[in-house]
């Protein structure tokens, strides 16, 4: 297994753009899917993105396709999710994962999970 911890997380007026890094401990991390997600209290954590192994595939949250971009580096061991264009809906705690199987939204798909980084959109 990983160990993940995520971090860029912060306060941000509606429009802009934060950048949420999480950084992969432990061995195999290129074997891994990753994905984000992301809960606000009382709801039930939500997928945002994720990424195969290769970064070759990606695949998007329609509330996020074409404001948010999923990106990997192997050889840092490392996932970016840049996100542009924010609205106070954004607002929430942004969690990373990793798993062994495919591309998948379900998060039974991903068995590693971070702390989770809070961001927070004002209006």
Same mark, same amino acid.
């Given at each position: 297994? +990983?160990q993940?911890? %995520?971090?860029?997380?912060?306060?941000?007026?509606?429009?802009? &753009?934060?950048?949420?890094?999480?950084? $992969?401990?432990?061995?195999?991390? &290129? !074997?891994?899917?990753?994905g984000?997600?992301?809960?606000?209290?009382?709801?039930?954590? %939500?997928?945002?993105?994720?990424? &195969?192994?290769?970064?070759?595939?990606?695949?998007?949250?329609? &509330?996020?396709?074409g404001?948010?971009?999923? !990106?990997?580096?192997?050889?840092?061991?490392?996932?970016?999710?840049?996100?542009?264009?924010?609205? #106070? %809906?954004?607002? $929430?705690?942004?969690?990373?994962?990793?798993g #062994?199987?495919?591309l998948?939204?379900? %998060?039974?798909?991903?068995?590693?999970?971070?702390?989770?980084?809070? +961001?927070? +959109?004002s209006?």
């Open positions: 297994q +990983v993940l911890v %995520e971090s860029g997380g912060g306060l941000v007026q509606a429009g802009g &753009s934060l950048r949420l890094t999480c950084a $992969a401990s432990g061995r195999g991390f &290129s !074997s891994y899917t990753m984000w997600f992301r809960q606000t209290p009382g709801k039930e954590r %939500e997928f945002v993105a994720a990424i &195969s192994r290769s970064g070759g595939n990606t695949d998007y949250a329609d &509330s996020v396709k404001r948010f971009t999923i !990106s990997r580096d192997n050889a840092k061991n490392t996932v970016l999710l840049q996100m542009n264009s924010l609205r #106070p %809906e954004d607002t $929430a705690v942004y969690y990373c994962a990793a #062994p199987y495919g998948g939204r379900f %998060e039974r798909n991903f068995r590693s999970w971070g702390q989770g980084t809070q +961001v927070t +959109v209006s």
